[in-house]
């Protein structure tokens, strides 16, 4: 069910996500920025400049502290900011016939339209946020009601299939109003609900936050056997390491609103090359195995109205040298390895090694 | 932070447990009907030692805390520090009590006052229960209280407002409070689960050296259990599932070589920060993944409507007791009780 083989074999999902992979891109990001007005007259730059692609069938995940802009970008992309935020850059979307959309200049209907049938998004904490009046069935309804002219019969039929595929029983939680569903069940209720008109592009922010361990697995599990069954391209938004490890084929790091690495999941978690990346995974337990070694990272993420200068992630780097302080480091390739792709954003990345130590076995009989 | 350092507690003290939490049980009446939040719980924490409580949301974590904290009575049971029943003290007992044993919240924004100054917030309860006499004095233990949570240096700190600082160094001021009157416990709960992995780390790290520095003991409450294991190793960890205790043991045993199948189902659904690992590692599914109202709690082991080794006519019988299955580790399973834990799987190391 999951698209890598125990052997460790890449399935045609990991092929398919390696930069200039299969086919064109699905979506193409340039120079992706947004801003905030804060008032009086200033704003703050809360993504910074982001180049990415994603490929037909891809499961991107974007990483990064709190604050970092993760939300932002996603917001972005679907044009769905609040109004004191502005996105600027160039992002095409690339239909199945053909058609590219330019997503930055619709509007109106072109707009309505790529929300939820090119692209849809599940919103951080959105599982709080359902109309508390309306029972599911009704918002099932008003969603295909409002971008198709799907017959009551065929809306049902869609919602009853998305609802098994996520291992709900629609006979029973079509009638529930959401209060009445556990928080695990009206994630997965919301994740049916944004594939109702068929995506090519989801995009899940924090899908697991605050859901219990079993129920975390269990919205794990089901987004790997609706991707394996759809084929939706997906990027998911998460502070939480292991979930990138175990859901993306391909994870990028984000850091005060830029990307600072982007690269295959086994480049990155066992490769990576950026001080920063390098630092969120020595600061996350494993659960298996003895004692782990843990690091943190020093000090916290900058303010966006003070950036430091330079590489921003200067003043908590342990590799940081005077260069650091004086220009911004581009996102440039580590690799020329045909058919991989790892990029990062760190004058000093050749010296960057992640060198786990050796788990002190002593430590596994304390008790 | 070597000049602050004192002494561990005397090995004499070390043998009468910190806290103990006998038979005690919470039971909360709702519309539903009476629920029990707690039912029927023993536990103890040793000077500088910890014993960490996970379990997901709803098993009565909080609840259990609030008890050991003195902030809500047990509606069975015995809550007694260093030996005595704290709802038998005088009235000095109890302040000493409540003295001893400090409270650190999930929530480092709604636990600090945001019209207080760091320095107010800390200096406050050293004046009101005369740990130091006047300003400037107080002022200086303020300092070096941050100076213990590596808020360095202090002046910087100390003339801001909670809004002023960050998730990580708010949780901070929130500890440096709770050690303002020298407790024998601190009782954490989910008290670095709001905080970016990063931070995390560091405000662990920061606990674990007032556990071995001071000689603190902790109750220490959390749903992750990476983050038990990370600061709970030396100690021991509880596991509750709908208000009962379900496996207890040597923390290095709950996490490498759990009994309980609840306590198993936990470990494995948790997604590991490797890939080839998280997407090789066995997991039994469960048989349903809803979780039972505490109102209406199934018969016998309430794991028993989830249960992968469901034994119809001896699950849903009676309720399992803590047995012992390995040495210093028990669990409350019929099954697990009759046939053992079975093997010790392979990819434990042998705790
Ligand atoms: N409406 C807004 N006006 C001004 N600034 C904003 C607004 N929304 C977000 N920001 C700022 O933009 C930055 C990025 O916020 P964003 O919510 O995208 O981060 P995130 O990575 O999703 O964080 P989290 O992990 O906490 O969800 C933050 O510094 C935040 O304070
Ligand atoms: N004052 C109260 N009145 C009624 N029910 C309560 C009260 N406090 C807690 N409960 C219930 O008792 C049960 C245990 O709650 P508790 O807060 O102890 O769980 P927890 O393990 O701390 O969960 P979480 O991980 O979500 O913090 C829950 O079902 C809760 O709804
Ligand atoms: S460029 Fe310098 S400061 Fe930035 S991450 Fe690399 S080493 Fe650290
Ligand atoms: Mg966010
Ligand atoms: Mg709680």
Known sequence: MVTTTPSGKTSTATARAVRGGEGKPLLSIRDFKVEYRTGGGATVQAVRGVDLDLYPGESLALVGESGCGKTTFGLGLLRLLPRLGHASGKVIFNRGDGTEIDILGLDGRDLREFRWRDAAMVFQGAMNAFNPVLKIRAHMHDTMRAHTKATRQEIEDRAGELLRLVRLEPERVMDCYPHELSGGMRQRVLIAMSLLLEPEVLILDEPTTALDILTQRSIVDVLHEVRERLGFSMIFISHDLSLAAELADRVATMYAGRLVETGGVRDLFYRPRHPYTLGLIKAVPPIVGDLPDLESIPGGPPSLAALPKGCTFNPRCKFATDECREAEPDLLPVTDEPGSAHDVACIHWKDVHLDREVPNQDLGTAS | ?351
């Open chain 2, 1 to 351: 932070m070597s000049a602050l350092e004192k002494t561990p507690e005397t090995t004499a003290e070390s043998r009468t447990p910190l806290m103990t939490l006998a038979g005690v049980s919470q039971v909360f009446d709702t519309k539903a009907g009476p629920i029990r939040a707690v039912d029927n719980i023993d536990l103890s924490v040793n000077p500088g030692e910890v014993l960490c409580l996970v379990g997901e949301s709803g098993s009565g974590k909080t609840t259990a805390a609030r008890m050991a904290a003195g902030l809500a009575r047990p509606t069975d049971g015995k809550v007694e520090f260093a030996g005595n029943d704290i709802w038998s003290m005088n009235r000095s007992d109890f302040g000493r009590f409540r003295r001893g044993v400090q409270y650190v919240h999930q929530d480092p924004y709604a636990s600090l006052n945001p019209t207080r100054t760091i320095l107010q917030t800390i200096t406050a309860p050293l004046l009101k229960h005369r740990v130091v006499k006047g300003n400037k004095a107080a002022a200086d233990k303020a300092a070096e209280l941050l100076t213990k949570v590596d808020l360095t240096p202090p002046e910087n700190y100390l003339p801001k407002f909670p809004h002023q600082l960050s998730g990580g160094q708010r949780q901070r001021v929130s500890v440096a409070r709770a050690l303002t009157l020298d407790p024998k416990l601190i009782i954490a709960d989910e008290s670095t689960s709001m905080l970016d992995v990063s931070i995390r780390i560091s405000v662990l790290a920061m606990l674990g050296r007032l556990r071995d520095d001071l000689g603190v003991g902790f109750l220490f409450i959390t749903h992750d259990l990476a983050i038990a294991k990370y600061f709970g190793w030396n100690g021991k960890t509880a596991v509750m599932y709908l208000g009962r205790i379900v496996e207890f043991g040597p923390t290095p045993k709950i996490i490498n070589a759990p009994t309980h199948p609840y306590t198993r189902a936990l470990i494995d659904a948790i997604p590991e920060p490797d890939p080839d690992l998280t997407k090789t590692k066995g997991r039994e599914s469960l048989r349903s993944l809803e979780i039972p109202s505490l109102a209406h709690l199934p018969s016998g082991c309430s794991f028993h409507p989830r249960c992968p080794l469901f034994e119809d006519g001896l699950c849903d019988g009676e309720v399992p007791q803590l047995v012992e299955i390995r040495p210093g580790q028990s669990a409350a399973c019929h099954v697990v009780a009759r046939d053992g834990a079975g093997e010790v799987r392979p990819d434990e190391p042998v705790a």
